[in-house]
């Protein structure tokens, strides 16, 4: 372009030099001698093409290539003033345009890299879609719940990201009626979970429809403690009605003669009697599990001989031990430190613990109770042969109402609160325990209590 | 980009009505495999109920599929993408298919006791054809031969835990003690079949992908 306009100067410049020449030649014919005339003409010329040039060709050049790069985005470009009023005038507007252009610019940035941090630092997630169902924005939090990046997504469509029926089929629904809707959702990768949606039409200025907005909250956890609580309801009620049942039909049996016979009274009075134990047993249980976790109960703090407490528990079990044809033995060093603590509570550990390890240990088992101690500690590991706990179950046996394979752990009479209640004491008493296990070979529960005098922390 | 407009919207679509039916078929496979589990024969119910819904969609893009060969007559990449839709949907439809027949297999087993070891080795078999076929999907949505191939690396690890599953039964089987454990045993051999062939049919799927993507067919594994 400017190269072009170049050529068309000096063409001109020559056109013009002919003309000037002609004029020469009319005017001074017989005076001056063409050689001249052409030469200064030629210089004079030449002085005036520099000025030109200097005054508007180059600041237009400039302007040319600065303007150039700003419509290509880059707003970093200056221009420098000019002599000439009229092009010191333009470059100047130019200017302030470009200053104007980057204070929007970075008005908006500013505002978008707010918006997306708001959306990023938000536990729902957030999605936006086009009106074809593609995908405009994301979140973090999407990309946590999915495991994906993403930049792999934008402009895809929603069963892309997703894979699921519902979803879809709710983005078809607002999309057509616009109008809102909510609904539960259940995603299968990458983990199975659940989540509460929301999914909301998205509208301009005009009122049209732009696309949607779907919020997405987890609730897997949620939904897990709700379905441990119904299970914990049907069991209690099942472990509630056992002995209830028992009871009031041998009351019956009583009222119907079995009175009169006073070998049969005192045999039922004996299954009555063991019937309310079991009951009166679950219903401590529970309070006690409350009362632990609400912290009220009170901690009669004293130096505990561990020794003894293992003895006397150990004695209790044996009988039941035997019944199942299970050995049952205790294995400690001649010495073993005082703790500080509630006898009762650790007296109520081990017996949790070692109720567990006969109970899911199958006859001709066997049951240890180790003690070891170090510099600091006491250990005490209660150990079986039985039937184990897959890895997968391992870290939530502790949790209250959690128990591996329902359908067995309710056929053995277990709610799942005693590894609850014994975590909640060891806590209390500012140890800790760990739990091992292989499936079919059997377990292992390590308790770990310091021995040095501990703070009553409660 | 060629001028067919409309032409090239099909495309998309059919490549959408593709992903909904496979996420039907993931969700019902893994619906199928977890009220197994759970010994949840609502659900069970609930899943066999439900493949009528997959029966029609397969229809629908049938119908639709042979429509846009017929009408638009695709050539090269265009063309394979028909194709290989055609084939999705009959692989999808009999995934979902093997899926009711473990849901009925449900219903047939439960108040039976149940063999834990079958229990474990079956949900094992599961995740692993669930991730086949998740894989062979992803690869799909993000056009990646090289994830396809990957993906049926798999298969032998569902071969493996399925011998698992035999021994296992026929060992139960054995045991004259528990006479009632034959018909448990029995239909976990079956399911255990039934993961097989769905495994199958994301093989078949990925090799199909490949196919998409490179031209080139190759017999995988
Ligand atoms: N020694 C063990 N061997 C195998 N499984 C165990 C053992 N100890 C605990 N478990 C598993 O952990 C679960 C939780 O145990 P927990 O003691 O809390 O409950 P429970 O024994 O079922 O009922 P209860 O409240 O009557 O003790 C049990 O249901 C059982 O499946
Ligand atoms: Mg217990």
Known sequence: MIKNNIWRAIINYFFILLIFLAILQFYFFYYLNLGWALLTSFIFALGLGWILFKQVISPLKKMNMVTKAIGQGNLNQELPFYGQKEISQLAQNINDLVRQQKKVLAQITAEKNRIQTILNSMMEGVIALDKQGNILLLNSAVENFLGIAQEAYLGKNILSLIRNYDLERAVKRVLKSEKPITQELQLIYPEPSFYYLKATPLKNQEQEKEGIVILLRNITKEKRLDQMRTEFVANISHELRTPLTSISGFLETLRDGAIDDPAATHRILEIMSKETGRLAKLINDLLHLSKIEERRVVHRWQLVQLKEIINQVAAMFQPQAQQKSLSLTVEMPVELPCVSGDPDLLAQVLTNLVDNAIKYTPPDGHVLIRATTDKDNVQVEVKDTGIGIPPEDLPRVFERFYRVEKARARELGGIGVGLAIVKHIIKAHGGSIKAESIPHQGSAFKVTLPTEKIETEE | ?221
């Open chain 2, 1 to 221: 980009m060629r001028a067919r407009g409309t032409f090239e919207q099909e495309l998309t679509d059919l490549q959408q009505d593709i992903l909904r039916l496979a996420s039907l078929t993931e969700e019902t496979i893994y619906g199928a495999v977890q009220f197994l589990l759970q010994q949840d024969v609502a659900g069970a119910n609930q899943i066999i109920s439900g493949d009528v819904l997959i029966d029609k969609l397969a229809q629908e893009i049938e119908d639709k599929c042979v429509k846009l060969i017929a009408t638009q007559q695709p050539i090269a990449y265009d063309l394979r993408l028909a194709i290989t839709s055609l084939k999705f949907l009959v692989s999808l439809e009999r995934m979902a298919d093997y899926a009711v027949n473990i849901a009925r297999a449900t219903l047939y087993i439960y108040g039976y006791p149940l063999n834990r070891q079958l229990m474990e080795y079956t949900s094992k078999m599961s995740r692993v054809v669930q991730q086949m076929i998740k894989e062979a999907l992803d690869a799909y949505v993000y056009n990646d031969a090289q994830r396809a191939r990957e993906m049926c690396s798999l298969d032998d690890e569902v071969d493996f835990i399925s011998a698992k599953i035999f021994q296992e039964a026929v060992r139960a089987m054995r045991e004259k003690t528990q006479p009632q454990i034959v018909i448990p045993a029995v239909y976990f051999l079956l399911i255990s079949r039934y993961l097989e062939r769905i495994a199958d049919h994301a093989t078949n799927i990925g090799e199909e992908v490949i196919f998409l993507i490179t031209g080139e067919k190759r017999e995988l594994n």
